[in-house]
C-alpha cells in the first residue's frame, strides 16, 4: 500500500466512515469532512511521515543472522500493517 505512490492512493478516495461516529447530524458531518479535506498540507505532511517509517522498517537482509528472526520478522510485519492502517483513514 504505502509501496504506491501517495497520488495513486488518494485517486477517488472517500473518507473513513470512523471519521464520523460523532455526529450524527448530516450538516456536522459535511462541515468536518469539508474541513478535514481543507487540511491537506498537514495531513500531506503526515501521509509523508509514514511512508518514511514506513520504508525505514523494511526487513533487512542483514538481521538473518540475529537470534528470534521469526519473532521479528512478524513483530516487524505487525508494525508496517498497522503503520498501512493509520495511513489508510487519513484524507
Known sequence: MLDQSVDDLDKGKTLDSRWFTEDKDTEAK??????????TLQFRLLKKILEEIFNEKRFKYADLDKPNLEDRYIYLEGYRR??????????
Request: glycine share 0%; charged share 30%; no cysteine.
Open 82 to 91: 498497522a503503520l498501512q492502517d493509520i495511513y489508510r483513514i487519513l484524507p
Open 30 to 39: 459535511e462541515r468536518l469532512e469539508q474541513t478535514l479535506r481543507n487540511s
